[in-house]
Structures are given as C-alpha cells and as structure tokens.
Nanobody, 122 residues
Framework: QVQLVESGGGLVQAGGSLRLSCAASGRTFSSYATAWFRQALGKEREFVAAIRRSGGSTYYADSVKGRFTISRHNAKNTVYLQMNNLKPEDTAVYYC???????????????WGQGTQVTVSS
C-alpha cells in the first residue's frame, strides 16, 4: 500500500514557474513507476508526465513537453514536477499516481493522491 500526498500548488502568473512535490509513504517507493495527471474544471483527467522506477526514463504529454520536468528522489520517497513557462491552460488540479506493475506511461495506476490546485492567471 502506498499513500501519496501532493504539495506545491498555488496561483502564478503566466510565464511563471511552480514545483509540485508528491511525498509517498512506504519503504518500497522505488519499486513504483509514478506519474502526474491533471484535471481542469469540466474536463476529463489527462496524462501529464511519467517516470520509471529508476528515473531513467521519462514521458511527457505533447502539451507540456519542453516546459515541464518530472524527476524523483527515491531516498526521499518523493516525485517532483517542475513546471516552467506556465500558461493559463495549465490551470487544473494536479494528481500524483503510482503503479506497482508498470505497463504504459498513461497507466493504469494503482494509487492516487488527493490533488493540488494550480491556477495560472493571464
């Protein structure tokens, strides 16, 4: 069982940056692939970025490629999402997810956090 807690969301102007963190419980965090998803108001949840267990492979949605960077620190049981050059369309609740048996960057994922709000003003 893994529990995920996101933090770092907030209000930022367009062009600004935020770094989201996802703290995981459990000693086997390094065994899980992890990802970030987001859901804007009135829209379906969408994939943002994923990272394999070792951190050696990363994947991004086209809409964030070149602006967002996913990373992980297994010793700290934490996954990060560095978001640069933010746009109003990045406004959403951002969720962290973890998968014990990784299949695809987009999922499926077994565990989810409660989400953190990111709002980008124009």
């Amino acid at each position: 069982q893994v529990q995920l807690v996101e933090s770092g969301g907030g209000l930022v102007q367009a062009g600004g940056s935020l770094r989201l963190s996802c703290a995981a419980s459990g000693r086997t965090f390094s065994s899980y692939a992890t990802a970030w998803f987001r859901q804007a108001l009135g829209k379906e949840r969408e994939f943002v970025a994923a990272i394999r267990r070792s951190g050696g492979s990363t994947y991004y949605a086209d809409s964030v490629k070149g602006r967002f960077t996913i990373s992980r620190h297994n010793a700290k049981n934490t996954v990060y999402l560095q978001m640069n050059n933010l746009k109003p369309e990045d406004t959403a609740v951002y969720y962290c997810a973890a998968a014990a048996n990784y299949l695809y960057p987009t999922g499926p994922y077994d565990y989810w956090g409660q989400g953190t709000q990111v709002t980008v003003s124009s």
